[in-house]
């Protein structure tokens, strides 16, 4: 396609990547169309139009196996603070339409209010083109069809019956809709493509970012309150050496069956995370499971929404991800501690269920294990750390700090357990007083999970 934008337009294009890098904001622009001909010129001409150091592009296609990790991709690759960022196709194209019936719109309808919440300012473009657009000159898809370069994905969910109900229940005041009309004259459809861009990007910079006034509010059963910390391991060899083998077979099944695990583990400090861990991975394949430490964000991680380090960091199809604390610090360390707003605190659970509720759609089992003890078992640890030469590492003053904290993180704790504690990602409460109970108590769910699931 042969396209001269006129020289006010581009000066306008200029200005406004300026502006987006001078004040910081990330833009997310997202194209969607029937026809792959068609969108594939029409993105290319827009990128060609943008600062290749300002701007990303990534290309999600349709029939693409989407698990776990690719699906977390459309968080993965958004666009950091004074940055654009350019899907060409995005979460909408592995929708199929039995999904589309089964409510799957309500999961995109959250991860796009997640962005717009996280300051992204969201630009949808929907290119509505003739059942046959004609007068190309040049286009991606005149690439060789044995390379990656051709993709002549079908992109059936478009069809014009159903992408009226996708447009009008995903359209939201939000994140709403452009439609562009396609005909042959592909210059003027790329040239409403830039003023809709213009003027998206000009309003939110002008306006007030919009005000979420949700609130973390107990919906799910608190299972802590069922804690019984006089438990004991009766057989603990015996069982660690039982589950273990078995959870090294169920690894197997699990790394061809194209689904994903992961396991989060939160709890009190010294409540016995790493060694629990310790005994998880003793079972397991190094080829097919990954630990992840969890610490306070830091450089890139800064410049994204709070989910984004760990969206980058998701199981692949029959791996395993582990997580030494996660993207719960959002609901006890970051309010307590005043690292995030009230606002951003009241948004939380909504936002992390959603985000298991992707993690869970596309394939990924999640397990949360929350490690419980007492003050006074605490304390004996804590004492016994700072005796020991060889785990002095582990007490810091920090720790000291959160525990003259106790009640306040247990009001934290009992409202996030009691608003995350969802069918699809429920939370295991562990008594861990006995440390052995505690770990003999994680092996076996994990274990009675993924032999329902796989067996």
């Not at 993709?151 to 159903?162: A, G, H, L, P, V």
């Not at 295991?428 to 007083?433: A, G, K, T």
Request: hydrophobic fraction near 35%; glycine fraction near 6%; include cysteine.
């Amino acid at each position: 396609m042969v396209y001269k934008i006129s020289t006010e337009l581009e000066n306008e294009i200029i200005a406004i990547q300026r502006v987006i890098v001078e004040k910081e904001k990330p833009v997310l622009v997202v194209f969607e169309s029937r026809d792959e001909r068609v969108q594939g010129n029409i993105v290319n001409e827009f990128l060609n139009l943008l600062d290749p150091r300002v701007a990303t592009y990534s290309h999600f296609m349709a029939g693409e196996k989407m698990d776990c990790r690719g699906a977390m991709k459309t968080i993965g690759h958004e666009p950091p603070a004074g940055k654009i960022a350019v899907y060409d196709r995005s979460w909408y194209s592995w929708l199929k339409q039995s999904e589309i019936e089964k409510g799957r719109l309500n999961v995109i309808q959250d991860l796009e209010r997640y962005f717009v919440a996280g300051g992204i300012i969201l630009v949808k473009i929907f290119l509505d083109s003739d059942d046959e657009v004609r007068g190309f000159d040049n286009g991606w898809m005149d690439a060789p069809k044995d390379t990656f370069l051709y993709d002549d994905s079908k992109y059936e969910i478009w069809n014009r019956k159903t992408s009226s109900k996708i447009i009008s229940n995903t359209g939201t005041a939000i994140a709403p809709w452009d439609i562009v009309k396609v005909n042959s004259n592909l210059v003027k459809a790329a040239d409403n493509v830039l003023r809709i861009f213009l003027d998206r990007v000009n309003a939110r910079m002008q306006s007030e970012p919009p005000k979420f006034n949700d609130k973390v509010e107990p919906i799910f059963d608190n299972p802590r309150g069922k804690a019984d910390l006089t438990k004991t391991a009766k057989n603990y060899k015996s069982d660690l050496l039982r589950l273990s083998t078995e959870l090294n077979r169920l690894q197997g099944k699990l790394a061809n069956s194209g689904k994903s695990l992961a396991i989060v583990f939160e709890g009190w400090d010294a409540a016995g995370k790493g060694g629990t861990i310790k005994r998880v991975t003793a079972a397991l394949n190094p080829r097919g499971y990954y630990v992840n430490p969890v610490a306070a964000p830091s450089g890139e991680e800064r410049l994204h929404t709070y989910l984004w380090r760990f969206a980058m960091k998701m199981p692949k199809a029959g791996h395993i991800a582990i997580y030494d604390r996660s993207w719960y610090g959002r609901m006890m360390v970051e309010p307590i501690e005043k690292f995030c707003t009230e606002e951003e605190y009241g948004r939380s659970a909504r936002e992390i269920r959603g985000f298991e509720e992707f993690m869970a759609e596309t394939g990924c089992i999640v397990l949360k294990f929350w490690m419980e003890i007492s003050p006074d078992e605490q304390l004996k640890r804590f004492k016994a750390r700072q005796e020991n030469p060889l785990k002095q590492y582990k007490i810091t003053d920090e720790d000291w700090r959160n525990r003259e904290k106790w009640d306040i993180y247990e009001k934290y704790i009992d409202d996030m357990i009691s608003a995350t504690n969802a069918e699809r990602a429920p939370w295991i409460v562990v008594e861990s007083e006995d440390k052995k109970y505690g770990r003999i108590k994680v092996l076996k769910k994990i274990v009675d999970t993924l032999s329902k699931e796989l067996d």
